[in-house]
C-alpha cells in the first residue's frame, strides 16, 4: 500500500526556516518523480515544487523561486522541502504528492499533509 | 500561466441527483486534466485524469468529458459520500502546474 506521511510542520516567524519531510512507502520512490502542493487556509490547491527520480531536476513555483529547495534521499525514501526566508502568505497545509508516471502528472497519491504557520 | 476557472462555485443539489461541473482553460491543456476530490481529514483523492480516464476504484457514476480548453466532470446519481469539494488540475504547459479554484458541492 502506497503512503506518504508528512512531518516537521509548525510556527515559525517570519523570516525564519523550516523543513519539511515526507516518507514515502509502498512503492520503489526513486522510480517516481514528486511533488510539494500546498493549501492556505480556507483557500484552494498551489502547485509548489517538483523534483525528478534521481534529484537532478527541479521545479519551483515563481512565489518560492529563490526561498524554498526541494530535495530527496532516495536511500531513506524520503522528500524534503527547505523553506528559507517564510513570509505571513507561505502559511498552509503542504502535501506531499506522487504523480501517476514522471515527474508531473495527474497525482494518484496523496498524503494528509503539515501545517505550516508563519507568524509572529 | 494557464489559469482554469472552474463553475460554479458552489453547487446544491439532492441525492440521487446528477451534478455537472465545468473547468475552463485559459489555453488548450489537450487532454492532460484531472480532477480530485476533497473532503475534511481525508486525503485528497483522484477521481480522472487525461479528462476521461477514471483513476483506480473508482465508481462508474463519476465521468470526465472534454478536451483543448472545456472540461466536465459528471456524477450520474449522487450518494451521501459524493458531497465535497472538486478541484481539476493541468499539466499541459509546466511549470506552473495548475489547479482550479474549486467548486463545493453541497446537499440542498
Known amino acids: 500500500e502506497v503512503q506518504l506521511l508528512e512531518s516537521g510542520g509548525g510556527l515559525v516567524q517570519p523570516g525564519g526556516s523550516l523543513r519539511v519531510s515526507c516518507a514515502a512507502s509502498?512503492?520503489?520512490?526513486?522510480?517516481?518523480?514528486m511533488n510539494w502542493v500546498r493549501q492556505a487556509p480556507g483557500k484552494g490547491l498551489e502547485w509548489v515544487s517538483s523534483?525528478?527520480?534521481?534529484?537532478?531536476?527541479?521545479y519551483y513555483a515563481d512565489s518560492v523561486k529563490g526561498r524554498f529547495t526541494i530535495s530527496r534521499d532516495n536511500s531513506k525514501n524520503t522528500l524534503y522541502l527547505q523553506m528559507n526566508s517564510l513570509r505571513a502568505e507561505d502559511t498552509a497545509v503542504y502535501f506531499c504528492?506522487?504523480?501517476?508516471?514522471?515527474?508531473?502528472?495527474?497525482?494518484?497519491?496523496w498524503g494528509q499533509g503539515t501545517l505550516v504557520t508563519v507568524s509572529s | 500561466e494557464i489559469v482554469l476557472t472552474q463553475s460554479p462555485a458552489t453547487l446544491s443539489l439532492s441525492p440521487g441527483e446528477r451534478a455537472t461541473l465545468s473547468c475552463r482553460a485559459s489555453?488548450?491543456?489537450?487532454?492532460?486534466l484531472a480532477w480530485y476530490q476533497q473532503k475534511p481529514g481525508q486525503a485528497l483523492r483522484l477521481l480522472i485524469y487525461?479528462?476521461?480516464t477514471r483513476a483506480t476504484g473508482i465508481p462508474a457514476r463519476f465521468s470526465g468529458s472534454g478536451s483543448g480548453t472545456d472540461f466536465t466532470l459528471s456524477i450520474s446519481s449522487l450518494e451521501p459520500e459524493d458531497f465535497a469539494v472538486y478541484y481539476c488540475?493541468?499539466?499541459?504547459?509546466?511549470?506552473?502546474?495548475?489547479f482550479g479554484q474549486g467548486t463545493r458541492l453541497e446537499i440542498k
Open positions: 504528492t506522487r504523480p501517476i508516471f514522471g515527474v508531473v502528472n495527474a497525482f494518484d497519491y
Open positions: 509502498g512503492f520503489t520512490f526513486s522510480r517516481y518523480g
Open positions: 523534483i525528478s527520480g534521481s534529484g537532478g531536476s527541479t
Open positions: 489555453q488548450s491543456v489537450s487532454s492532460y
Open positions: 487525461d479528462a476521461s
Open positions: 488540475q493541468q499539466w499541459s504547459n509546466w511549470p506552473p502546474i495548475t
